[in-house]
């Protein structure tokens, strides 16, 4: 059945374990750095500043928090509920709103 969790998990060939999730992911992170890329082409810049963590940070130095910070949560959700991984998907929702509004 198309949607389900056995369709995002079906193996797509033999080779690294490549499934629609695995897919999803590297879009999803390779999408996040070009559509960076673009916001610096249109709005060069992003001068660094000081956040609650009192590190200067620019916007490359964000994502990368939040791309790191969202593995962790994640994993963490994994470890203490399992799955479904939708309360894990709203708390890095969360932590990347916070990383790039304060920190």
């Known amino acids: 059945m198309m ?35 673009v916001w610096e082409y249109f709005s060069p810049g992003g001068s660094p500043r000081r956040g609650i963590f009192r590190l200067e940070t620019t916007r490359g130095d964000r994502l990368f928090m939040t791309h790191l910070g969202t593995a962790f949560i994640f994993l ?6 399992g799955t479904p991984l939708w ?3 709203a708390a890095a929702m969360i932590w990347a709103v916070v990383v790039f509004r304060w920190v």
Do not use: H
């Open 3 to 37: 949607f389900s969790a056995e369709w995002w998990q079906q193996p797509l060939g033999s080779w690294m374990a490549w499934n629609r999730v695995t897919i999803a992911f590297f879009i999803y992170v390779f999408g996040s750095i070009l559509a960076m890329g």
């Open 76 to 81: 963490a959700w994994l470890a203490l509920f």
């Open 87 to 89: 309360g894990a998907l």
